[in-house]
Antibody, heavy 115, light 108 residues
Framework: QVQLVESGGGVVQPGRSLRLSCAAS????????MHWVRQAPGKGLEWVAV????????YYADSVKGRFAISRDNPKNTLYLQMNNLRAEDTAVYYC????????WGQGTLVTVSS | EIVLTQSPGTLSLSPGERATLSCRAS???????LAWFQQKPGQAPRLLIY???TRATGIPDRFSGSGSGTDFTLTISRLEPEDFAVYYC?????????FGQGTKVEIK
């Protein structure tokens, strides 16, 4: 079965950087567009970014544009999210999800931005 | 950018009752690329419906989706105890892949 496993979350100070990873198995990773979605504590879902199956196109939510970068390594079946200049409002559980629609999700990794 | 507005914010119902959740888009959702997700506390969201009306794999037939253009509905015909959760609609026709703000279905 499909498994998406996020890692790399933790506590980080405002202005610092963090890189999240999402390891995929059970699917032909290189055939799927991949997304990052986040959820702040007690809040709803917020789509963050998408990368096409071949990495050829990337789109971002306005709230992270210019600070976050999505990338992928297809031979390694891994999706990444480089998060720079982090703010308190970036505190959330970050999920990776596959495809359109989002038919598979990881369990999420918590990022806490706090001094 | 398409904005999705869900109503009501909270729905208080008893097991066995029918739930009707609404999702309205600020612009036409292309090709009915509208999905519904269920999320329970501490869990990742789960895809229920895609293409506005197609049930995802393993989803019980008490869940149904309808609508087109800018108005969409998720109906749960008879609520089971495990159906009390938060439900989100989402358009996946174009970036950004906006979500609605969610409807909480709670036990009355």
């Amino acid at each position: 079965q499909v498994q998406l496993v996020e890692s790399g979350g933790g506590v980080v100070q405002p202005g610092r950087s963090l890189r999240l990873s999402c390891a995929a198995s059970g699917l032909t990773f290189s055939s799927y567009g991949m997304h990052w979605v986040r959820q702040a504590p007690g809040k709803g879902l917020e789509w963050v970014a998408v990368i096409w199956h071949d990495g050829g196109n990337k789109y971002y939510a306005d709230s992270v544009k210019g600070r976050f970068a999505i990338s992928r390594d297809n031979p390694k079946n891994t999706l990444y999210l480089q998060m720079n200049n982090l703010r308190a409002e970036d505190t959330a559980v970050y999920y990776c999800a596959s495809g359109d629609p989002f038919d598979n999700w990881g369990q999420g990794t918590l990022v806490t931005v706090s001094s | 950018e398409i904005v999705l507005t869900q109503s009501p914010g909270t729905l208080s119902l008893s097991p066995g009752e029918r739930a009707t959740l609404s999702c309205r888009a600020s612009q036409t959702v292309s090709s009915n690329y509208l999905a519904w997700f269920q999320q329970k506390p501490g869990q990742a969201p789960r895809l229920l419906i895609y293409g506005a009306s197609t049930r995802a794999t393993g989803i019980p037939d008490r869940f149904s989706g309808s609508g087109s253009g800018t108005d969409f509905t998720l109906t749960i015909s008879r609520l089971e105890p495990e159906d009390f959760a938060v439900y989100y609609c989402q358009q996946y026709g174009r970036p950004p892949r906006a979500f609605g703000q969610g409807t909480k279905v709670e036990i009355k």
